[in-house]
């Protein structure tokens, strides 16, 4: 990965080639920011730069055997740990170097993909994905061998937030009493989410959403599209550029999503004084609830998003509006007058509520029944 191929983030590109090449290289990194934003193309490309020797903006010039193998994500001194989940072919305890070969090609395909994204490839279906404490001992075990190259040996830690306590127990160890030439780089999207005692540790670094006119110009460049659209789309995916290219390809969960909102709140404005539409909610409740937790959480966080769009364009703010659906007769601005100031805050409390109910292995059918009918009574509200 060359620090050419990622888009944006030239402070930290700079950043990070001038503190390497001085030899001011932190034991323990944080990378922190939103989707999209490349932080772990950059812990990667940072992690080449350092192993093999490289020079420059375009993180070549160094050992070219070394390279080759950071190609395919195979440089026997980079190690990974990101969260995973019991299949059928790991039924127990499962670790990330049980599932490095989906890794690299999940990685080749896109190193811009997202925790969702990923949790597809893993086909968590009603399981929430982890990092559990047998990562952090098999990076123990290699981090006591002798690097491979004899320079550093180096843990990328993806989603970082995602750490159970023994887990983050261990690390922390490891991170206070660290072996010579060791680097850990963290990676997470919102900093609070980690543990005081781990981010205390690390030196921080904070990604931005990429600019419009960065996502627009690198579809046009690698996706031969017309200009036009290109800034269409970045418009859309809001310094995002997995959903970039989701939206590009219409393969993202955006596509489905928007059609299950729209048959939620249609069946939400039936049912006011229609005792008999309350069966739609039921029904679109248990379809709902015979999806992953995953993609339940996934979803809802869209929900959220909708209605703030809604109501950005009730109070005529059409700048901040992204999102336009493609469900037939469906229109924001027809749904917009019925998402104020009043309704609002009650209306992403419940939502928030229902995430963290589902999160908690809440039975997502009586959450989501719960929560349909209460959105029949607000999205009335004057």
């Known amino acids: 990965m060359r620090f050419s191929e990622i888009l944006g983030q030239d402070y930290i590109k700079n950043h990070l080639t001038r503190s390497a090449a001085s030899g001011r290289i932190a034991h323990a990194q944080l990378f922190v920011g939103p989707e999209g934003s490349g932080t772990l193309a950059m812990a990667i490309a940072y992690a080449q730069f350092i192993l093999c020797n490289n020079q420059g903006a375009e993180n070549d010039g160094g050992n070219e055997a070394c390279n080759l193998k950071f190609d395919s994500i195979s440089h026997p001194d980079l190690h990974f740990i990101y969260p995973t989940v019991t299949t059928e072919e790991v039924k127990t305890k499962p670790k990330s170097l049980d599932f490095i070969a989906d890794w690299r090609q999940f990685l080749a395909q896109n190193p811009y993909g997202s925790l969702f994204d990923w949790y597809q490839v893993l086909g968590v279906q009603n399981k929430q994905g982890e990092i559990r ?161 995953e993609t339940q959480k996934k979803f809802l966080s869209y929900c959220i998003d909708m209605f703030r769009q809604a109501l950005l364009l009730n109070y005529q703010t059409t700048s901040l509006v992204f999102m336009e659906p493609k469900i037939e007769k469906f229109k924001l601005e027809n749904f917009a007058p019925f998402v104020n100031g009043n309704n609002i805050n009650d209306i992403f409390r419940e939502l928030s509520d229902a995430m963290y109910h589902i999160e908690r292995n809440g039975n997502a059918k009586i959450v989501l029944t719960d929560l349909s009918i209460k959105l029949t009574r607000l999205i009335h509200k004057k």
Request: a negative charge; charged letters at 25%.
């Open 133 to 293: 404490v047998e990562d952090a001992q098999e990076i123990l075990k290699s981090l006591a061998l002798k690097s491979y190259e004899g320079g550093y040996k180096i843990t990328i830690v993806w989603m970082a937030d995602k750490m159970n306590i023994p887990a983050s127990n261990k690390l922390l160890k490891l991170l206070e009493e660290p072996s010579d030439k060791t680097l850990f780089i963290l990676i997470c999207e919102n900093e609070e989410d980690l543990i005081q005692t781990i981010r205390s540790r690390c030196q921080v670094l904070h990604f931005m959403g990429l600019s419009e006119t960065v996502i627009a110009d690198a579809l046009v460049s690698r996706e031969n599209i017309d200009p036009r659209k290109a800034s269409k789309i970045a418009h859309q995916a809001q310094g995002n550029y997995n959903k970039a290219l989701q939206l590009l390809q219409e393969t993202g969960e955006d596509v489905v999503f928007e059609k299950w909102f729209v048959d939620w709140v249609r069946a939400a404005f039936r049912a006011k004084g229609n005792a008999a539409a309350i069966q739609d909610l039921v029904a679109w409740s248990e379809q709902i609830a015979g999806l992953g937790r």
